[in-house]
């Protein structure tokens, strides 16, 4: 599976970002997808998942309320739609892929990052 993620930028504190994640290879209902983000000097981190089936999403506690995952097995596209951001979601995101569950340590498939910056 190939993954290609875009839609990155630089946004005001308080803004909204859509990152789009492109799939190909095997079909998107083949398995769990989801996004990580790494900020300067610190470790990569989990943001959200979503199942093979797209009925069961996570996310990450930073995120919940703000941020959202999303599918289109059509269009083999998966987004994560990114509002009220502020200056510590700065960081490379990356979209990635799962055969097996969405536990963290099955994502073995990932993408390139795209940069967010969130301005004061």
């Known amino acids: 599976v190939q993954l290609q993620a875009s839609g990155g930028g630089l946004v005001q504190a308080g803004g909204s970002l859509r990152l789009t994640c492109a799939v190909s290879g095997r079909t998107l209902s083949s398995y769990g997808l989801g996004w990580f983000r790494q900020a300067p000097g610190k470790e990569r981190e989990f943001v959200a998942a979503i199942s093979w089936s797209g009925s069961n999403t996570y996310h990450a506690d930073s995120v919940k309320g703000r941020f959202t995952i999303s599918k289109d097995n059509r269009k083999k596209t998966v987004y994560l739609d990114m509002n009220s951001l502020n200056f510590e979601d700065t960081a490379v995101y990356y979209c990635?892929?799962?055969?097996?569950?969405?536990?963290?340590?099955?994502?073995?498939?990932w993408g390139q990052g795209t940069l967010v910056t969130v301005s004061s």
């Open positions: 990635a892929a799962s055969f097996k569950s969405l536990a963290q340590s099955d994502f073995r498939s």
